[in-house]
């Protein structure tokens, strides 16, 4: 009977002292959630671009004694694909600052009647643009906004045709230079590897020029063509890390 009651006696004081020790037990706290990786715009890239670009042309013709015969403008529009290479250096946070030079091959081109003589048209043609710019933009992580400007170049051609038969009397090239704006965004989907779209505008003034031959819409005139181009094109570029000031960040805990 007395090893019955120490026993029960005995059974009574673990049940009290067990919710004692358990909540004398350490809780083992969640880990803290990881902090979002902070993307680096720093460092060369090299990608490619396509798009779309249209070009508007005003031409006149300025004969001997100074005279300007206006005959129109057009605009015209086409394909764009090509590349760009550059550098970007990021700095104080989200500011990123940048170089690039793009080059792209155009396909825009206009043929339309003369207004001072039908029997003739003029027929202009874009092949090449090329863009060397700087940048200004901030980044929130993955995301960049950027403004750009500085020089741009285009490769043209101008023809003067008869209307009905296509026969060309008279063409020159000319490579022109001015200057360009633009704006873009660009996303950063992997650590190397960012997409991105943009646009430009390209102010290439005008320029006097004459053909090989004597004009056949005004005799002895030169040309007197202005050109504007705007392009919006896909990017996409692949950083590489050399000359970066610090490594690739990671997520921290």
């Known amino acids: 009977m007395k090893k019955f009651l120490l026993g029960t006696v005995g059974l009574i004081a673990l049940s009290i002292s067990a919710p004692a020790l358990a909540a004398d037990m350490a809780v083992k706290a969640p880990p803290p959630a990881p902090l979002p990786v902070i993307y680096d715009w720093s460092g060369f890239y090299i990608g490619g671009n396509g798009g779309w670009g249209q070009s508007r042309n005003c031409w006149d013709f300025v004969d001997v004694v100074g005279g300007v015969f206006s005959d129109g403008c057009r605009d015209r529009s086409g394909g764009l694909v090509g590349g760009q290479i550059g550098y970007r250096w990021q700095w104080g946070g989200g500011w990123v600052f940048g170089v690039e030079a793009q080059g792209d091959w155009a396909d825009i081109q206009n043929t339309r009647a003369s207004l001072i003589n039908p029997l003739f048209s003029t027929q202009v043609k874009t092949d090449g643009i090329g863009l060397f710019t700087g940048q200004i933009g901030y980044a929130w992580n993955t995301s960049l906004l950027y403004v750009k400007g500085g020089a741009a170049v285009t490769s043209n051609s101008f023809s003067v045709l008869d209307t009905f038969s296509g026969f060309e009397f008279a063409s020159f090239s000319s490579t022109r230079w001015g200057g360009a704006v633009g704006v873009g965004y660009e996303y950063g989907f992997a650590p190397n590897w960012s997409v991105g779209v943009e646009y430009d505008h390209l102010f290439m003034g005008d320029a006097n020029n004459s053909f090989t031959v004597v004009n056949p819409i005004v005799a002895g005139a030169l040309n007197r063509i202005s050109q504007d181009v705007d392009m919006v094109t896909l990017r996409v ?13 990671v997520a921290r805990y």
């Open 237 to 249: 570029n692949y950083r590489f890390n050399w000359g970066t000031p610090y490594s690739p960040p």
